[in-house]
C-alpha cells in the first residue's frame, strides 16, 4: 500500500473530512471487480499512487466505458486511458466528461491536477514524426501531475535546434528524449544535461530502422551516462517514470 495515499486517507479521518466507517469501506473493499471481460484494480491507487490506467488499443468502447464505471464507481477522481482512437473517445466522451489529445491518442476523465513535482519534465523531440509520442508522454506527465515543457523538432540533423534551448534542458528535473530514425538524441542530450534522461525509440524511418528497433537498439548502447530506455513508441512509460522521479522528492 502506498504511504502517501494511506497518510492521506488517515489525514481525512483525523480532519473529520470522512469518516472512520468510509475509510474503513475504502479499506475493506474487494481489490478489485470483476466485470467478466476485465478485472478492475481498484486499489491499485492506494498501492502505487495512481490509479489503474486503460490501454484502450484492443478494446472496444463499451469495455473502455464498463471500466472507466468501475474505477469511477469506486472512488477514483481520475481515469487516463491511454491508445484510444477518435471514435472510441467520442463514444466514451459521451459518457464521461473528457479530455482527450488527438495528437497523442490519449484521453483523462477528471480534472487535471495541479503540478506539484519538484521540477519540470522536458519531453524533446527529435522530428515532427516523432510527437505523436512525444504527445502521449507529455500529456500523461500532465495528468499525473508534473509540469512540462515541450521542445519538438530539435534532432540532431540540426544540432544548433536543440543547442538554442540550452536554459531547459539544464533547469530540466528529468528530461524524456524522442526520437526515431538512428535515436542519436538521447546520447546528445545525455551528454549535456546534469538530470535523469529517459530515451523513447519511435518506429519512426526508412526500412533498415526496423520499425524503431534501429533506434531503440542506438539508446541501449547509448555512451551517455544517465540514460535508461524504454520500449518503441512507449510514450506513456516513459511519462510514468519521468513522473515518479519528478514526485521522489515528496518520499518520506
Known amino acids: 500500500m502506498n504511504d502517501m495515499n494511506l497518510y492521506d486517507l488517515l489525514r481525512k479521518v483525523s480532519e473529520r473530512e470522512i469518516s472512520p466507517e468510509e475509510a474503513a469501506l475504502q479499506l475493506k473493499k474487494a481489490p478489485f471487480e470483476e466485470l467478466g471481460f476485465a ?6 491507487a492506494l498501492r502505487q499512487g495512481w490509479p489503474e490506467v486503460i490501454y484502450g488499443e484492443g478494446k472496444t468502447a463499451e469495455q473502455i466505458k464498463g471500466i472507466c464505471g468501475s474505477l469511477i464507481g469506486s472512488g477514483q477522481q481520475r481515469v487516463l486511458i491511454t491508445r484510444l482512437s477518435e471514435e472510441k473517445a467520442a463514444a466514451v466522451g459521451a459518457a464521461f466528461p473528457l479530455e482527450y489529445s488527438s495528437a497523442g491518442r490519449i484521453a483523462l476523465i477528471g480534472e487535471r491536477p495541479v503540478p506539484d513535482g519538484i521540477g519540470r519534465i522536458v519531453i524533446a523531440a527529435a522530428g515532427t514524426s516523432d510527437i505523436p509520442v512525444a504527445e502521449e508522454a507529455a500529456f500523461t506527465a500532465e495528468a499525473l501531475g508534473s509540469e512540462t515543457v515541450r521542445l519538438y523538432d530539435v534532432g540532431v540533423a540540426g544540432l544548433h535546434r ?11 528535473g528529468v528530461i524524456i528524449a524522442v526520437a526515431g530514425m538512428e535515436g542519436a538524441l538521447a546520447s546528445v542530450i545525455g551528454g549535456l544535461a546534469d538530470c535523469p534522461v529517459i530515451a523513447v525509440p519511435t518506429s519512426v524511418g526508412y526500412g533498415a530502422s526496423f520499425g524503431g528497433l534501429s533506434a531503440l537498439l542506438a539508446m541501449l548502447n547509448s555512451c551517455a551516462s544517465g540514460v535508461s530506455v524504454v520500449n518503441i513508441d512507449n510514450g506513456f512509460g516513459a511519462a510514468y517514470q519521468a513522473n515518479m522521479i ?4 515528496g518520499r518520506k
Open 162 to 172: 536543440l543547442l538554442s534551448h540550452m536554459d531547459e534542458i539544464m533547469t530540466a
Open 246 to 249: 519528478n514526485h521522489m522528492g
Open 39 to 44: 478485472k478492475t484494480d481498484t486499489h491499485r
